[in-house]
Structures are given as C-alpha cells and as structure tokens.
C-alpha cells in the first residue's frame, strides 16, 4: 500500500457502500459526498492539496443542515444514515497518515450495516457480505503496514476469507441460538413509501385490468394439512356495498362493521399461514370466514379482517377459516337492506331488465340474472371497449359484451339489486400458484367477486366469471389469459419460457430467505428448537448456551485451521506427521538433540520404548530411504505416510494413558 494513498479494497467498499446508499440520501447532501470523492481521487492521483480545516467545518455544518432540513431530527435511520455518509465523505479529506485509514474503515464498516437497515433481500445481503470481504482485506493492508508491504491483493482476500470462514459457525450457531426479539428481522425496515399497493379501497373502471400485468407476489400461503381446491381459494380483503361521491360507477369498501353473526362447520376448517408483502392498508387477506386471527386484529361484520396498524412491512400471520359457513342469516336491519338495494348510475335497461323477474323467488332471480350471462356470447377480456359514462352497465350488459372479473361483478351486483336482492361486491385474490411449498398468490390474481343475500341463507358467495370463463376459477388467469401477448410469462404460466422459469426460482430463493432467515423470529426459534427437543424458555439460560456452543465449534475450527497451517507449512503430509512423532517421542522422554540424526534417534527411541520398537525401526529405514534415494517411488511415499500416521496415533495415546492412569 502507497503511504498517503487509501487503500484499493477500502476504496472499493465506500463506493460500493455509498452507490447503494444513494437511492436514500436526499439530493442536497449528493453534491457534498460526490465531490469529496471526486476531490480524493484528485488528491491521489493528480497531488490536489487537500481543503483546509475551515472549509471542512464550514461542509459539515451545510451538510448537517440539509439532513436537518429533510428530516426534521439528527435520529432516526434515514437521519443517522445521511449523516453517516456526509461524515465519510468528509473523513477522506482529512486522511493524511495510514493510521487516519482505521476511522474510515470503521466508516465503511457502518455504511454497510446502514445498507441492511433499507433493504435486507438476498441479492443485496450477499452483495454487502461481498464488500465486508473487501473490508477484512483492507483491514488486513491497514494494520499490518510493515508485514504486508510485499502482499499482493489476492494474498490478502485469501486471508480474509479464511479469517471470515473461521468465524461463520460461530456466527450461524449464534443466530440459531441465542434468544430472538418477538419480531421478525424484516421488521427494521421503516416506512419511508417502499410498500406497494394492490387492491384499493375503491373499485374504478380498468383497475384490475392493471393489476393482471403485475406477476410480483401479493402474499404466500403455507397449509397447515393438504391445500384446498382452487375453486375454493377466494381471499377475502374489501367488502364494498356503496358508491362513490363523485363516481356512482365506482364502489367503496364500507367501513368496519360489527362482530359478524355467524354459523360454521367443524370439519370445514383450514388453518394456514400467510406472510403478506407490504399493502399500506389494515386489511389481511383471508379465506372465507376466519375464526382464529392473529393478534392485534378483529374480524368485522363483514368478515373482513383489520389489523391495528396499515402493513407497511412484509407480515406473517397463522389464521383458521371455516369454509361452510352462514352469515347473517334471518332478517336483515332496515338501513343495512336499502344499504344493499342502493342504485349507482343511470342504466334503464339493466333496470328493466331486472324488473321482469321481482315477482319470482330471490334463489330464481340469482339465477336468471346468471343465466342472462350464461346463455349470451359474453367473453372474459381485459379490454372490453368503452367504460365511461353513468350507464357502463349497460353498455356492458347489452352492447360490448366484452370484460374483466370487476365488470362482471359490478354488472351482477346492480341487477340483483334491481330485481331487490341485496348484493354487494368482494374485492381481492383469487386462484394462486404453487412454487415449492408455498403457494403464490399475485396481484395479477386480483379478482372481484358477488355476495348475496337470503333469508334463509344468508350472504352467499355468487362469481358470475366462472359462469363466462370457469377456466379463470379452475386454473387462473393463465388459462383465461393464455393468449394475450402483453401479459408476463410468469402470469401467462408459459411452461416454454425460460424466462418464467428463472423468475419462479428466483421467486423461490427469495421466498426462503424471507421466511427462514429474515423471518426467523422469537416465536419460530422455540418451535424449531422444540422440535429437536432443545426447548429454552428462559432467555438468560438460552444466550448462555448460546454463546457456550458458539465457543466451543469456534475453539475446534480455530485447532482444526492451525493443523492445516501446520501441514502446509510443513510442506507435505509426511513431513507434518514426522514432526508430530517427535514432539510425542519429547512428550514421553525422548529429545532430540542438537546435531543427532533421525536414525539415531530413532533407534534411541526404540531401546527407550519397547513396545513400539519394531515400528521405530520400520519408520527410520522409510525415511531414510526417502531422503536419500534418486527417485522415490510414490508407492514408497505412501508407506512411508501411512506407517508415520499409525505410529503417531500409537504414541500419542501412550503417552496420553498414563496421566490418565494417575
């Protein structure tokens, strides 16, 4: 390393570590940072004199300002962060000995634990342990000025990883061991807009239709027992029976209602484990009716489930659903009937139509109104032409013909409404994909449904697209999508796309890492550790053995690391284990003197120890025919290192019994 000069590897850590930074640094505080760099390199490579003491004080206070100014508090992960990274920039321009590297190193070192603190996926994870190599290699450089002077780089990366290896069981042992905190380690993500929304709590024309060009993951489903049928798996999050203000086209979810009056089947519960991506709204995603939900949430009226607070973080959570069930079964209160029989819009011939069918038994007009889909030429499409207007509805029942899943619904909705059956529209998943174990369910997934109601049964479930596309509910919307070029091949399910194909793993390595690394939690390590009957319920006793375990795996790498040392210094195997057979002759009295020869000492040793006479001798003719012929053959080699090894073993123990003995 050139005095004067910031090391390569080091160097290559703060770029690395900034360049991943930038997306949460606030654009003010850019210019100071990549100027310093830039005013660094100049340094080194062109001579520019460093700035004064004085313009530094006078950049440190603009740049503590400008995060000031953007953040409102010098605290905080975004604030701590920002100023993390002013601070290295500035630490470069006062660099002036090797020993000022050791504070930038530690810089770079929580720049890169800043890098986690935003985004800890896998693909990012592994490239920061990548530059925390670079950082043990540049350490490496650093310390050891004198001693390293002649070491090339890749020397020095070789040692680093060595030195990281060595450290990595007693790291693994400690993550698997030591008591963990309630929450999961994704939770240190802060809000800061990273979450993304699917489903909203308004449905409008097209909505929906966008979502089916959108393959990321909603949520993942794990069952507890054998998955139920696709048919079957209808995620319930919005419940909407009104209008909005300033479009009677579009609906809004209704508020939270009350505890639901509801009747339910044993032998029709499921119980499974859900872990849902960021949704910045409170609603969980359930089937049918759950019955067990995670804490700090309710199940309403509706049977929508709310938690406290909005997902604004990945959140796992155990629910229990019954699949048979009846809600609100007998009268339904005044202000909730007209609630559900309200009209949006202006559509007289969807009116008339449904007035033709009053007189008949609400379960007859359920199905005439699906029977007025079944037996016209409707097509299932994300592009069904024109959508504007108060009368979409009818435009949609009696000209274009032509929609997605949210059409279809709307337009069911409003004709049992004409026909007085209270109806209501459901908004969120339908369907899903295995990948692994888990299933996948995405946001092209986003399906609307019907709800009904009778006075004998209740809200019923009714889907008006499995009446025009049952291929849509049986095997999503890759079959009822299949042609339609503008979609994903991970949404179109293109068994010949290889690039499906990598998505689907990559999906799968994600979805593992999530769930068994960053979702390694308090309450997942017990059962773990149940399971193999390490149980610990107190966290003192559980960082305790923790640590003795950690210690004790890091004490057998570190003696089988030096073993290894002491072979390849050693220069070969029979070397290294002839040097072991003297410092067991030593241990049992026997010591080499200064200019004796190995057959001499040998043959000393065989008179002093009788038992293992015959193999002394045996060993002394090995080597000295090994030192002294032409060429040796490998035969002979091989002799030679297995006859070593066993008198090895045979004097260690020897020498070993009789401390044993007394």
Known sequence: MTPGRLDPLLWLVLV??????????????LPVVVAAFAWRRLHEVAGLPLPPRWLLLLLATGGTAVVVLQFHALWGR????????????????ETHEDRDQVSVLLLSFFLLVGVLLFDQAL????????????????WMGIAQVGAATGQTLGRRLREAGRLLLLGLPFALILFALFPRPPGALWGVQQPGGQARTGLSEQMRPGQFDRLAEDPSPAFRVRFDGEPIPADERYWRVFVMSGFAEEDPESWVADPAAGTPRLETLDDSQVSYQVTLEPTDSRQLPTLAAAIDVPERSRVDGNLVVQREQSVDDRLRYSVTSALDYRLDVGNLPRFRRERYLAQGGLNPLLADLAAGWRDRPAAERIERALDWFRERPFEYSRSPGRREGADRADTFLFE??????ADYADAFVRLMRAADVPARVVTGYQGGEFNGEFLVVRQSDAHAWAEVWTEGDGWQRVDPT????????????????????????TVRR????????VRLLAEQLDNRWNQYVLGYDGGFQQAWLSRLGLAMHHPVWGAIWAVVIAGLVWWVMLVMFARRERRRLAGSEAEYLWTRVQEDLARLGVHRAN?????????RAALALPFAAEDLRRVGQLLEAS????????????????????????????????????
């Not at 693909?123 to 540049?138: C, Q």
Request: hydrophobic residues 45%; contains cysteine; proline residues 6%.
């Open 78 to 93: 975004d604030a701590g962060v920002a100023l993390l990274v002013v601070a290295a920039g500035l630490k470069l321009l």
């Open 123 to 138: 693909p990012i994870f592994a490239l920061v342990m990548v530059l925390f190599w670079l950082l043990v290699g540049a």
């Open 595 to 603: 200019p004796e020869s190995e057959r001499t000492l040998l043959n």
């Open 466 to 489: 499995a009446v025009v596309a049952p291929e849509r509910i049986t095997d999503g919307i890759a079959r009822s999508a299949s042609e339609d070029a503008e979609l994903p091949a």
């Open 494 to 501: 293109d068994e010949a796309s290889f690039g499906r194909e």
């Open 16 to 29: 690395g570590a900034v360049g991943l930074l930038l997306p949460h640094l606030p654009v003010a505080v």
């Open 400 to 405: 274009t013909r032509r929609g997605y899943c």
């Open 627 to 662: 030192r002294y012929a032409r060429s040796p053959s490998r035969r002979q080699a091989r002799l030679l290192t297995t006859r070593l090894a066993n008198l090895h073993r045979r004097l260690r123990w020897r020498g070993r019994w009789p401390r044993r003995r007394s």
